[in-house]
């Protein structure tokens, strides 16, 4: 799918956010209590996201046999906990891709700083900073996983030698949601 309709379905998506009764016994089968906390903090099209990704990242992994299931729901799930930590809507996370795709995300680095206190500065840094906030968010509440940590770190960063095994499949998925 072409990337300006793959980016008008995901806006359009985000309308329909209030998760079933069976999407939240599949959070709480992979989740602990505190991580489970911090996932219902997110925004309803976060959530959704969340149990998309893990959904397809289980359905790819499914004949995989070195893959562990339950770390990769896991850490799908977890993914964007660190957007959490700011109020962010539809719209700010419309311009972030616009702002990224501007002078290959010069313009959006020069203007994401995490203590300014103009809103859309500190709200462009949680989006721009979002895996390693969440990796943070998860030491927090006791995580002590460095798979997780690392998984949900890195979501977003350049692919690595000795990385987790799990990231290509969420980088994968992640990218295509």
């Given at each position: 799918m072409n990337r300006p309709l793959y980016r008008i379905r995901q806006y359009l998506a985000t309308r329909k956010s209030k998760l079933s009764y069976l999407e939240i016994d599949f959070v709480r089968k992979?989740?602990?209590?505190?991580?489970?906390i911090l996932f219902f903090r997110m925004k309803g099209f976060d959530q959704r996201h969340g149990i998309t990704v893990a959904n397809k990242c289980l359905e790819k992994t499914l004949e995989v046999n070195w893959i562990n299931k339950?770390?990769?729901?896991?850490?799908a799930l977890l993914h964007d906990i660190g957007k959490s930590s700011a109020d962010i809507g539809v719209n700010y996370r419309v311009l972030y891709v616009l702002l990224g795709a501007i002078a290959k995300g010069k313009l959006l680095k020069s203007l994401a700083k995490k203590n300014s206190r103009i809103a859309?500065?500190?709200?462009?840094?949680?989006l721009d900073n979002h895996g390693l906030l969440g990796a943070k968010m998860l030491m927090d509440v006791g995580c002590t996983d460095n798979e997780v940590l690392q998984v949900v770190a890195k979501h977003h960063?350049?692919?690595e030698v000795g990385e987790s095994k799990l990231l290509p499949f969420l980088r994968e998925i992640d990218a295509t949601l």
């Open positions: 992979y989740l602990n209590h505190q991580e489970q339950t770390q990769m729901a896991r850490v859309l500065k500190r709200k462009l840094f949680v960063d350049t692919p």
